[in-house]
């Protein structure tokens, strides 16, 4: 019983999970905005992301761009230098954000994309998407309450 209990548990393991389609990852990314300015919106996102640590790059209200990043290294970075050297070890992470806003009529609609950057000793960086749909959620549900904060203060734009 015991054997069959754990080939159970080790054929789950090795499960495949389904692949995220594009349509799906494009709607866990994206929302729409009304009642409200594009300008306000596009504040709304750079004061979020302000405020979880992210570091503005690059902004450019007209096109509808914001970019941003927090740069993180690993503790282990001088132990790695003396015990690793000639190899290519990680060295750090930054995640990096992209938002794209588009006034369609009275909508602004908003695409939101987070990626994992690794860097190495030698050189190089290797990015992954993150798509975890509750933390598209987080983001959208503070900048939904920054919008309202800043239409009630009158800085809706």
Same mark, same amino acid.
Request: proline fraction near 3%; charged fraction near 25%; glycine fraction near 8%.
């Given at each position: ?29 994206? &929302? @729409? ?7 306000? =919106? /596009?504040? #709304?996102? *750079?004061?979020?992301?302000?405020? %979880?640590? +992210? ?16 740069? &993180? @290294? ?7 230098? =003396? /015990?690793? #050297?000639? *190899?290519?070890?990680?060295?750090? %992470?930054? +995640? ?37 749909? %509750?933390? +598209? ?21």
């Amino acid at each position: 019983m015991k054997k069959i209990l754990a080939l159970s548990f080790l054929l789950a393991a090795c499960a495949v999970t389904p692949a995220i389609s594009p349509q799906q990852i494009r709607a866990m990314q994206m &929302r @729409t905005f009304e009642d409200t300015s594009y300008e306000n =919106v /596009f504040r #709304a996102f *750079k004061s979020v992301l302000q405020d %979880e640590g +992210y570091v503005i790059k690059n902004q450019d209200m007209v096109g509808g761009l914001i970019v941003g990043s927090i740069q &993180r @290294t690993d503790g282990m970075s001088n132990f790695n230098m =003396v /015990f690793n #050297a000639g *190899k290519n070890y990680r060295t750090g %992470e930054s +995640y990096e954000v992209s938002v794209n806003l588009e006034k369609i009529g009275k909508t602004i609609e908003t695409r939101t994309t987070i990626q994992r950057m690794e860097s190495y000793s030698m050189g190089g960086s290797q990015g992954n998407p993150i798509l975890d749909p %509750e933390t +598209y959620k987080n983001i959208y549900e503070k900048v939904s309450i920054e919008v309202k904060r800043r239409q009630a203060q009158g800085k809706a734009g």
